[in-house]
């Protein structure tokens, strides 16, 4: 019998696990072995819940030994009938919400690069010709990912940084562009969409927007050193806010928090890089279960 | 990569609301189509009708506002570099929800408070601490509080 574990794998990943791992702060020093153990937490929530639909009707075949099934539908039928269905809608849900959720991205993304192509002025900062420079005060920075990808600085931006400042901050939207961290968030953004209301941890996503920030943030500090990123996210931060701009809090201090991460710290007194090789291994462990689980169904 | 026409109506795009913007103010009124072609389209090599679309494609996006005059539109930008980057800033963070919208684009920085800016500083004198030779900050540009 391996539905219910398999079940059960599926409901402890989906729920109370995302919202304890928000909660283990440390973590956050191995930022790119953290990310990886949400995925897996993700992935293997789903695998467990599709798995328990062929873990079914290898339940039922064995119970009633050999036996045709066909157009009978008894005890065993109908426990197939509920998996699949369950399964199936599982995965219809996520399938459309995919589909809903990078259509409307990559709709906003075009929209919004044709217009900073349109609009912007004709210098280009740091000879980069992803870089477009708009005609604004207030010193943002960000970058539009895909296949015609674009780092957008403001002249305040420039003004505000000096060189190496700046180049920190280039540093950083492009690392995100390269690693395709928009790929990573756009799953979790999915996975995150997909689960019904009650399910949906809003601190794991905001995590996980934190991890991917400070993946960026680190390849910024390889270029341009730790106390310089640093500085340049406390100018960024510290620009006055125009009025009538969006402003979207309940982020907190979640700068001063990317400050102290740049720099590797032990986590729980062991060196991070061997934390991470525990973290990777438990992330593997993680997606093996369901597969184990399924495996050992139909041994 | 290849000029697609989306590319080529794009720098077409750039380059009308470049000439609109330029005009201004010797036409206050704005420009004709045939104005228009004559600054941009012909050094281009672009048919007068192609103009005629791209403005009309730009007035539907709310960059250019058009005035018929007689049987023909006279054009003018829908506001200034500025105050349509200003706009295309603010709609952007405005068009989608919050998830979404920062799925979309990934900002180097989420707005922050006057609270948050003492955090900030706090964090960094910590790090400059540990690191006392890279911490002054090059000269020329604000100075360091």
Redesign the interface.
Same mark, same amino acid.
Do not use: M, V
């Given at each position: 019998m391996y539905i219910a574990p398999l079940i059960v794998l599926a409901v402890l990943l989906a729920w109370p696990a995302p919202r304890l791992m928000a909660e283990f702060t440390a973590f956050r020093r191995a930022p790119r072995a953290a990310l990886t153990v949400w995925q897996a937490t993700a992935v293997t929530a789903l695998l467990a819940a599709l798995a328990s639909a062929p873990a079914a009707v290898i339940h039922v075949r064995r119970e009633s030994g050999i036996i045709e099934h066909a157009g009978a539908f008894d005890d065993g039928g109908l426990v197939i009938v509920l998996a699949f269905l369950v399964s199936g809608v599982i995965l219809a849900r996520l399938l459309s919400c995919a589909h809903r959720v990078g259509r409307n991205i990559r709709a906003v993304r075009r929209r919004h690069r044709e217009l900073v192509d349109i609009l912007a002025l004709d210098a280009l900062p740091g000879g980069d010709r992803q870089v477009r420079l708009l005609a604004h005060a207030t010193p943002t920075a960000y970058c539009l990912p895909g296949m015609k990808r674009r780092v957008v600085l403001t002249q305040g931006t420039i003004d505000r940084l000096s060189e190496p400042e700046l180049d920190a901050v280039l540093t950083h939207e492009r690392a995100h562009l390269i690693a395709r961290h928009d790929l990573l968030l756009e799953f979790f953004t999915v996975v995150h969409e997909a689960v019904p209301a009650v399910v949906r941890s809003d601190a794991s996503l905001r995590e996980v927007r934190l991890l991917i920030e400070v993946l960026a943030d680190r390849a910024a500090v390889r270029r341009a050193g730790a106390v310089t990123t640093a500085q340049a996210i406390v100018q960024m931060a510290g620009s006055p806010t125009p009025a009538g701009s969006m402003a979207i809090r309940e982020e907190g201090s979640i700068a001063a928090v990317r400050i102290g991460l740049l720099e590797r710290h032990p986590i729980a007194g062991v060196d991070p890089r061997i934390a991470s090789i525990a973290m990777y291994a438990f992330a593997a462990t993680l997606v093996l279960a369901p597969v184990l689980l399924l495996v050992a169904a139909f041994a | 990569m290849p000029p697609t026409l989306?590319n080529r109506l794009?720098d077409l +795009?750039?380059a009308v609301?470049e000439c609109l913007w330029a005009s201004a103010e010797t036409h206050p009124d704005g420009l004709t189509v045939r104005q228009v072609h004559d600054t941009v389209g012909v050094e281009r090599g672009i048919a007068y009708t192609t103009v005629m679309t791209v403005l009309d494609r730009m007035a539907k996006?709310d960059?250019v506002r058009r005035e018929r005059e007689g049987r023909a539109w006279r054009y003018r930008p829908a506001a200034s570099?500025?105050a349509?980057?200003?706009e !295309?800033?603010?709609q952007?963070? /405005?068009?989608?929800s919050? /998830?979404?919208?920062?799925? !979309?684009?990934?900002?180097?920085?989420?707005?922050?408070?006057p609270?948050?800016?003492d955090?900030?500083? %706090? %964090?960094?004198a910590?790090?400059?601490a540990?690191?006392p030779t +890279? !911490?002054s900050?090059?000269p /020329?540009?604000?100075p360091r509080t």
């Open positions: - | 989306r794009g +795009e750039r609301l996006k960059l570099r500025e349509l980057t200003s !295309a800033l603010h952007t963070l /405005g068009e989608l919050g /998830g979404n919208r920062r799925s !979309a684009l990934l900002h180097f920085l989420e707005e922050s408070t609270e948050d800016l955090a900030l500083k %706090a %964090a960094l910590q790090l400059e540990a690191h +890279e !911490a900050r090059p /020329g540009r604000t």
